[in-house]
């Protein structure tokens, strides 16, 4: 099973400023890597897949970086609606398909 | 528009059975795999299980082996999840997952919400 691991578990920003949230894998997942957000009482919304691709309708300011076990969201510039919990998502190595614990990023 | 919708949560007793309901609109549900995913309350996500589009291949989580079952009628745009022998642990939220290309989880479901407990 490839163990996705998340870092930090909470990271506290002011509006505007820069996130970077990380995501390591126990093995080489190439480029198969998504992101969610998730938000409380909804269900998680995808923002980047293979790595580095927005979803359609995600704003330019979220950005993914990073290939094998190494990878990163950053968020350039805060705003209001972007405090949530974000997780990382390995569709690589299957079964299982295993996510990160998520990153609380909180104001 | 994609929509998934999830029906058949409620409140269940140990070691009782529940069918999940996952109905799927706006896009050709028959070239699509379909995932379970669900949530415990406060926690993160945890991967339950995969039906392939036409039905022939099914993984699982170790978690619920030899006790849930996936299945789909193309028919009726439908995928269920029987969930038999239920424990406390399999409480959380279960969100049902189109299967996009490249293998992306591209769509979810707003969830159901299963409740074990005496």
């Known amino acids: 099973e490839t163990v996705m691991t998340q870092s930090p578990a909470t990271l506290s920003v002011s509006p505007g400023e820069r996130a970077t949230l990380s995501c390591r894998a126990s093995?080489?997942?190439?480029?198969?890597l998504a992101w969610y957000q998730q938000k409380p009482g909804q269900a998680p919304r995808l923002l980047i897949y293979?790595?580095?691709t927005r979803a359609t309708g995600i704003p330019a300011r979220f950005s993914g970086s990073g290939s094998e076990t190494e990878f990163t969201l950053t968020i350039s510039s805060l705003q209001s609606e972007d405090f949530a919990v974000y997780y990382c998502?390995?569709?690589?190595?299957?079964?299982?398909?295993?996510f990160g614990q998520g990153t609380k990023v909180e104001i | 528009q994609v929509h998934l919708v999830e029906s058949g949560g409620g409140v269940v007793q140990p070691g009782r059975s529940l069918r999940l309901s996952c109905a799927a609109s706006?896009?050709?549900?028959?070239?699509?795999?379909i995932h379970w995913v669900r949530q415990s309350p406060g926690k993160g996500l945890e991967w339950v299980a995969v039906?392939?589009?036409?039905?022939?291949?099914?993984y699982y989580a170790d978690s619920v082996k030899g006790r849930f079952t996936i299945s789909r009628d193309n028919s009726k745009n439908t995928v269920y999840l029987q969930m038999n022998s239920l424990r406390a642990e399999d409480t959380a939220v279960y969100y049902c997952?189109?299967?996009?290309?490249?293998?992306?989880?591209?769509?979810w479901g707003q969830g159901t919400l299963v409740t074990v407990s005496s």
């Open positions: 997952v189109r299967e996009g290309s490249g293998r992306v989880f591209d769509c």
């Open positions: 706006g896009f050709t549900f028959s070239n699509y795999g």
């Open positions: 039906i392939s589009n036409d039905g022939n291949n099914k």
């Open positions: 093995q080489s997942v190439r480029s198969n």
């Open positions: 293979g790595a580095s």
């Open positions: 998502h390995q569709y690589n190595n299957w079964p299982p398909w295993t």
